[in-house]
């Protein structure tokens, strides 16, 4: 995937606008919104505090990453397709980080075990 004009757009939404979509995925297939914030604590080291002021402070993609307290190491076990693109092949170093994100809630949404979404 390469960098376009269209990854600034993205970069530039907020996290809260996006949010929202989140929730209603994965609760619309029956999981709760406690799961969501496991999996978005697990991949940014965000705590339920700071992920709050995120959301209340409208913060944008980019920043959202750029500040977060701690990439999981893990994420290179994140891999497979979401929008068409392969995760683990995606050069913008950014745009891979806002993937994992999507992939991680689209397994939560689809119903695999917690475990296996947090690579443990």
């Known amino acids: ?6 990854n600034e757009r993205v970069f530039a939404m907020s996290f809260a606008s996006v949010y929202p979509h989140y929730v209603n995925k994965v609760v619309g297939k029956g999981r709760t919104v406690q799961e969501l914030h496991t999996v978005i604590h697990w991949l940014t080291g965000y705590d339920e505090q700071a992920l709050r002021q995120v959301i209340a402070d409208k913060t944008d993609f980019r920043t959202f990453f750029a ?11 994140i891999t497979g397709v979401i929008c068409g693109y392969r995760v683990e092949d995606i050069e913008d170093p950014l745009m ?3 993937r994992y994100l999507d992939k991680l ?4 949404a689809k119903g695999r075990a917690m475990e296996k979404i947090l690579r443990k």
């Open 67 to 77: 500040e977060a307290p701690r990439l999981n190491p893990n994420v290179s076990m």
């Open 1 to 6: 995937m390469k960098p376009s004009a269209n």
């Open 105 to 108: 809630v689209d397994e939560l």
């Open 96 to 98: 891979q980080k806002l």
